[in-house]
Structure formats: structure tokens, C-alpha cells
T-cell receptor, first 112, second 112 residues
Framework: NAGVTQTPKFRVLKTGQSMTLLCAQDMNHEYMYWYRQDPGMGLRLIHYSVGEGTTAKGEVPDGYNVSRLKKQNFLLGLESAAPSQTSVYFC???????????FGDGTRLSIL | GENVEQHPSTLSVQEGDSAVIKCTYSDSASNYFPWYKQELGKGPQLIIDIRSNVGEKKDQRIAVTLNKTAKHFSLHITETQPEDSAVYFCAASFAAGNMLTFGGGTRLMVKP
């Protein structure tokens, strides 16, 4: 049982480059979330989805886009990476609306 | 919006001692308070949660208490073990918001 799988695990980008982070869950959960984790700041919600085909903005959505074309996948895109987006990104899924239950192991992203 | 403060930022205890981590929140409408444990290199793991209609909840060696009047809640770990060493995050949300606000985290170190 894989749970929540994030790819890639590490990535280094140059300012202005674009990339997509992939999250896949095998628990048939309706709710999926993307967070970023920065030192001393806990986790902050970027975007979330309450079901296939839906997305919504979280606390810090600027500079990111998401898509949920299939129920099991939630993609996070950076169109033009900036150094301020250097962070660890976590995806989570849940069968409850207000609580992310299962997290992936994160993607460590550095923007130079 | 909601603001969650967590103390202490680091906590060192001897194996077998108890550990207490405290969080305060600002929004009196918040009614759901989960706690997460994050081991090195892993995503957060939901370990216990409490809703505002309950004052205390226990699960083996961990317990959470909630004081709605004072707007604070605490995580208690008894008989600590080296495998309890991790970063612990508290969070708060209100049901209609679908967004958890996380505290800054507490690094717990249990010395054998």
C-alpha cells in the first residue's frame, strides 16, 4: 500500500524555469492538498481540491497552479520559479474535508 | 485569519519523563485541533485530534487537552521513548473553512 507518493523527491531549478510536482494517492480519497514547509513556519496551504475536476486557493496560492484531472492525482505547477519558492512541498490526501490525514514524504525544491 | 503559536520550539527530555507542548490560537470560532508528528525526512503524520466539544482525549501514551476559554490546547506525551523524537505540529481550523493553520513546530528530543 503506497499511500501518497510524490515525485520528484529533489529538484534544483533556475529562476524563471517551470516545473510540475506530481502527487498520487491510492486510497480513493476525495480531498487532496498541497502545502509548503519553511523553517519555523509550520505548513502553509497552497491549493486544495475537494474532488476530481475541482481546485481552490489556500493561504499562499500566488505563483502556483494546480490541476486534478484524475481523482488519484493532484499536480502542482510553478510557471516561472522564483527564489522565494525554495521550500519543501508536501502533498496530502484525506477522506475528511477539514483534515489532511496522509502526507507524502515531500519534494525538496531549490530555486537558484 | 487564524494564528497559532506553539511553544517551546525545542524540548529535550530524558527517556521515561513526560513532555508537554502548548499551542494558543486566536480565532474563537476554531473547533478542530489536530496534532502531527514529523520524523526526519518524512511527511507529517496525524497522531491525535480533538474537537471543541471535548476537553480531553487520550490514546495510549499521548493525550490532548483543550481550554476553549483560554484558547489553548496541549499535547502530553508520557513515558517518553527515543522513538518519540521528532518535530510535532499543532494546528487549528473551523469547520467551514477547510483550512488548517499550523503552529511553527516543536522539536522533541528524547535522550536515552
Amino acid at each position: 500500500n503506497a499511500g501518497v507518493t510524490q515525485t520528484p523527491k529533489f529538484r534544483v531549478l533556475k529562476t524563471g524555469q517551470s516545473m510540475t510536482l506530481l502527487c498520487a494517492q491510492d486510497m480513493n480519497h476525495e480531498y487532496m492538498y498541497w502545502y509548503r514547509q519553511d523553517p519555523g513556519m509550520g505548513l502553509r496551504l497552497i491549493h486544495y481540491s475537494v474532488g476530481e475536476g475541482t481546485t481552490a486557493k489556500g493561504e499562499v496560492p500566488d505563483g502556483y497552479n494546480v490541476s486534478r484531472l484524475k481523482k488519484q492525482n493532484f499536480l502542482l505547477g510553478l510557471e516561472s520559479a522564483a527564489p522565494s519558492q525554495t521550500s519543501v512541498y508536501f502533498c496530502a490526501s484525506s477522506d475528511k474535508r477539514d483534515v489532511p490525514q496522509h502526507f507524502g514524504d515531500g519534494t525538496r525544491l531549490s530555486i537558484l | 485569519g487564524e494564528n497559532v503559536e506553539q511553544h517551546p520550539s525545542t524540548l529535550s527530555v530524558q527517556e521515561g519523563d513526560s513532555a508537554v507542548i502548548k499551542c494558543t490560537y486566536s480565532d474563537s470560532a476554531s473547533n478542530y485541533f489536530p496534532w502531527y508528528k514529523q520524523e526526519l525526512g518524512k511527511g507529517p503524520q496525524l497522531i491525535i485530534d480533538i474537537r471543541s466539544n471535548v476537553g480531553e482525549k487520550k490514546d495510549q501514551r499521548i493525550a490532548v487537552t483543550l481550554n476553549k476559554t483560554a484558547k489553548h490546547f496541549s499535547l502530553h506525551i508520557t513515558e517518553t521513548q527515543p522513538e518519540d523524537s521528532a518535530v510535532y505540529f499543532c494546528a487549528a481550523s473551523f469547520a467551514a473553512g477547510n483550512m488548517l493553520t499550523f503552529g511553527g513546530g516543536t522539536r522533541l528530543m528524547v535522550k536515552p
